[in-house]
């Protein structure tokens, strides 16, 4: 629906997949009757994070929100249908789990401890020693490898971009319209954003709004006099086929030597930072080919040594929301302006993490507060109080 008002209850800046969902969980509470309004600048997502995700969900985290956060995704993911509607369709999820490898001994009780947790609070992540691995994986050497964690049924790939598509059409029938254009400027009347500027020329008065703006979103933050640390950082993802297939799915592996790879259908799937792991410019998405050939494909080979012939098959590179403070969600209105609230910094957890949080800043904006699930862990105040919340387990 296209915009028609010069005044919402709720403008939302930014309509890839946090955006949507907080319009959707908003548009659908009975409480909630004010207009909605989400402002996209490419609302062919062509170049979003959204877009560029390899759309997972783990369980496999160290702190408690984000375990409790996922335990949530994964309850929406497989119950997408009784949360949409019976019109809704089934999401898909190709639970392989997440395999976490650790080379020494410190990363060893990390692992330890991050099972520890995820078991008291329902997560089925075990843990598995180099026996139990050669046992599980034997087509992979495991000489430097001191301890692994895996949960296979509650972790993999699942379909975010049909949970993607659904959140806006249903929000489109309910009501919740869109306009293309970016944000350039927030109007403040004391502690409060009164109007949101946009490059159409227009000016749109507001009585919240949200920051989902992705890896833009410290420049929409600017706007209102807050510092956000929150930056685009480029990550890039390798398809490749193997001349000699696996005689198993592989987890997706989280392997110290800096990578990440799994099953990917009939073919598979890898993944890494750049070597100088810095913040971007958003529009760059230029790829780095010697990454495949000087670290990907070697450290690939030693681990499965059936990966030794392997063909490149297609490459892309994305954009994380890197939060440099602690890689954790920013979440919630910011203290010096009340009615501004953030969704930001997931660091690479966004796709997992919105179901969830969509929720909780609805709730946020129609009731006052967190009601489903607590994440005041997450809560953007801790900028200003001088505390972090580090999540070790970001890839």
Request: aromatic share 8%; proline share 6%.
């Amino acid at each position: 629906m296209t915009a028609t008002h010069s005044s919402y209850d709720v403008v939302i800046i930014g309509g890839a997949m946090i955006g949507s969902a907080v319009a959707w969980w908003l548009a659908r509470d009975p409480d909630f009757e004010g207009r909605i309004l989400v402002v996209e600048r490419d609302p062919t997502f062509e170049f979003a994070s959204t877009s560029h995700t390899n759309s997972c969900i783990r369980m496999q985290f160290g702190t408690e929100v984000n375990v409790a956060i996922s335990r949530f995704g994964l309850e929406f993911i497989r119950g997408f249908r009784g949360f949409a509607g019976g019109d809704a369709p089934e999401i898909h999820l190709d639970d392989f789990g997440y395999l976490y490898l650790a080379a020494d001994q410190v990363s060893a009780d990390r692992l330890r401890s991050a099972q520890a947790l995820q078991a008291r609070m329902g997560a089925g992540t075990r843990l598995l020693t180099p026996t139990q691995l050669r046992t599980a994986f034997p087509f992979m050497e495991w000489n430097d490898v001191v301890l692994g964690s895996h949960n296979p049924g509650e972790e993999g790939c699942f379909d975010g971009g049909t949970m993607f598509s659904e959140f806006r059409r249903q929000a489109r029938h309910m009501g919740v319209e869109e306009r293309r254009a970016e944000a350039t400027g927030l109007r403040m009347v004391g502690d409060r954003v009164t109007h949101v500027e946009l490059s159409d020329g227009g000016v749109v008065a507001c009585g919240h709004v949200v920051n989902a703006a992705g890896p833009r979103a410290a420049s929409v933050a600017a706007m209102a006099g807050i510092t956000l640390p929150v930056e685009p950082r480029k990550r890039y993802t390798f398809i490749f086929e193997a001349e000699d297939r696996l005689p198993r799915r592989m987890p997706l592996v989280v392997d110290p030597r800096g990578l990440h790879y799994r099953s990917d259908g009939a073919l598979y799937m890898a993944g890494c930072p750049p070597e100088a792991d810095g913040p971007c410019d958003p529009h760059d998405f230029e790829m780095d080919h010697t990454l495949w050939e000087d670290r990907i494909w070697p450290a690939l080979a030693a681990r499965v040594p059936a990966f030794e012939r392997i063909r490149l098959r297609n490459a892309w590179v994305g954009h994380y929301a890197y939060n440099t403070l602690d890689q954790n969600a920013l979440l919630g209105p910011h203290p010096s302006v009340s009615n501004l609230l953030f969704a930001n910094g997931f660091s690479g957890h966004g796709l997992q993490q919105a179901p969830a949080v969509g929720r909780g800043i609805a709730e946020h904006i129609v009731h006052g507060g967190w009601r489903s699930l607590d994440l005041s862990p997450l809560s953007v105040a801790r900028l200003s109080q001088g505390t972090a919340l580090t999540e070790a387990a970001v890839i």
